[in-house]
């Protein structure tokens, strides 16, 4: 009989520790998610994916707030991770365009430059023909 108690009280400790480990886990995401939150949102050009993570900020703020709701909880953690990866990648692409655009800067200075010493030199080959044709040398 105590066997029996003993072994009840395993069967019935097994689901409790399982629901503790689910949110711990639920707990660890979400302090994830807060955690990549606070470093997007640290970021100097974090204005250019204030949207996303606004969307984040109230779908972890709503995951938080409603833990007796495991679906809602979950859904709004889902909800926070998306925004998260789209402000990433809006950054990500910001930053590409930044780069792209200064690289164009850089090509068109480096073009304008390459324009002006062809001039030069056309200048210069003019001269030379010139001198050239009334018997000088240069």
Known sequence: MCAGFI????VCALPARSALGD?????SQTAH??????????????KYAKGALEQARRALLRAST????????????RIADAALVLAGRQLA????QAELFATQRRLT?????ANAQRR???????????????????
């Open 7 to 10: 072994l009840l009280g395993l």
């Open 23 to 27: 949110s711990v886990s639920l707990e």
């Open 33 to 46: 998610l807060e955690r990549r939150l606070d470093q997007l949102d640290a970021r100097d050009d974090a």
């Open 66 to 77: 409603s833990p007796e709701d495991g679906n809602a909880a979950s859904r709004a953690r």
């Open 93 to 96: 692409r910001r930053k590409a």
């Open 109 to 113: 200075a480096i073009r304008e430059r």
């Open 120 to 138: 030069a030199l056309e200048a210069l080959m003019r001269d030379r023909a010139s001198l050239a044709r009334s018997g000088e040398r240069p």
